[in-house]
């Protein structure tokens, strides 16, 4: 059977720096961080008071308001990201076979806004007026239903489901579209991912583990990926869309085309529920795997999106994966972890940067890693690879890899490379 080749002809962005492609794009290229004080609620007695948030949001723009108020928070991002995306790819839903567009987001943890809202409020009445919840609780958490919302939105009859494997949530999502695509069982696939649980339950649960950085004094500092200050990650929030379509498809309706998606790869740890390997087994498995797909050597890629969260272990682990693989060639290759800048978001950041990967394909730069001073630098990191500090470089990006792992050992990877007859 003859794969079909898969290119990119949409993108949307909701993030904590834009709140559209054209912005996040702009900000990033400038190192503009998102961080700053938590207002989503009072994070006063918490160890973290600061975080990545989308700003200026109304979901009306985007959503009837009747509508927005079925849907949490994670599913408005998600819905305002496709419609952009969707808009940018130019689908006319009049001219277009609906059974062959479906939908495959990734989200990781889903409504938790919407669970906190209805059993805190049960806390409250249980013992004057019994149990009481909305009828739409249960449809308003699920993690399933942005992706359902989405289709029921533009009547696409494709496939249509949710992937959730943590932080690599939205790349296991790019993954499958890409694949029912090349498999000839889809003309085009809305893709990528959302979260928002920037709330008391997710600070809190993270907080507990010992897993967000506690600079409340600086906080558009705090995500600082390879230094040796580095205490943890910083939480976003948001979503990250891709149209992904089958190239002879994209051609004959006249669609412009961004990258196109080479290859993916998946791979596990086996190892620790939250830790990474502490080798990069896994991380350098799942990008030997993305390069196998795509039937590519890794003298082919200029850039890699690193996972890069900003904490201890993680950031060491994946240098070692990409030393590992990639050899002397390593050297050669910009690496840069946008989440300095956006914050680690969740179930949303495979999309995000996956988004972020295409746009330096398709401009020749890649972003930065914010936040990195002189002499602060981890014995355990080789600062001879060019991590893109601080600063945008310019450059001929043939190919991107980008990574995404998530707790549990999941590991994904995708490689966007220049789009070419």
């Not at 998946?266 to 896994?282: K, Q, V």
């Not at 797909?293 to 060491?316: C, F, L, Q, R, W």
Request: glycine share 10%.
């Amino acid at each position: 059977m003859e794969l079909k080749r898969v290119v990119v002809t949409g993108l949307g962005a909701l993030t904590p720096v834009g709140n559209n492609v054209p912005d996040f794009w702009n900000n990033l290229v400038n190192g503009v961080s998102g961080a700053g004080p938590i207002t989503h609620f009072d994070a006063s007695k918490f160890k973290t008071q600061f975080a990545c948030e989308v700003k200026n949001f109304n979901a009306t723009d985007f959503i009837d308001r009747k509508e927005a108020r079925k849907m949490d928070l994670y599913t408005q991002y998600a819905v305002a990201a496709a419609k952009e995306a969707v808009t940018d790819a130019a689908i006319d839903v009049e001219k277009e076979d609906l059974t062959r567009i479906g939908v495959i987001l990734g989200v990781g943890i889903g409504g938790i806004h919407t669970f906190e809202e209805e059993v805190g409020g049960y806390e409250k009445t249980k013992d004057t007026i019994g149990p009481k919840f909305n009828p739409f609780f249960i449809p308003k958490m699920i993690a399933d239903i942005a992706s359902g919302q989405i289709s029921i939105m533009y009547g696409f009859h494709g496939p249509n489901f949710t992937t959730t494997s943590a932080c690599a949530s939205s790349s296991n999502a790019v993954a499958d579209a890409f694949n029912y695509i090349r498999l000839g069982k889809a003309n085009i696939i809305v893709t990528g991912g959302a979260e928002a649980a920037i709330f008391p339950a997710g600070v809190g649960g993270f907080n507990a583990m010992h897993a967000l950085s506690t600079r409340n004094d600086d906080p558009a500092r705090a995500s600082r990926p390879f230094s040796a200050s580095r205490d943890g990650f910083v939480m976003g929030e948001g979503a990250g869309c891709l149209i992904l379509e089958e190239l002879e498809h994209a051609k004959a309706r006249g669609a412009k085309i961004y990258a196109e998606i080479a290859g993916t790869g998946a791979s596990a740890d086996a190892y620790h529920l939250t830790a990474s390997h502490p080798d990069g087994l896994g991380a350098k498995l799942v990008m030997q795997n993305a390069l196998e797909d795509a039937d590519m050597k890794p003298e082919d890629i200029d850039y890699i999106n690193v996972h890069g969260t900003s904490t201890p272990v993680g950031d060491v682990s994946e240098v070692k994966a990409i030393k590992g693989l990639f050899g002397e060639h390593a050297y050669k290759l910009n690496i840069s972890s946008t989440k300095s800048m956006t914050g680690h978001m969740l179930g949303a950041a495979g999309g995000v940067e996956a988004i972020a990967s295409v746009l330096a394909v398709k401009n020749d730069i890649v972003p930065p890693t914010i936040n990195h001073e002189e002499g602060d630098n981890d014995e355990n990191i080789d600062y001879n690879l060019n991590f893109t500090f601080n600063k945008a470089q310019k450059r001929v990006v043939r190919a991107a890899l980008s990574n995404t792992f998530g707790f549990g050992g999941h590991n994904a990877c995708i490689i966007v490379k220049k789009y070419t007859e």
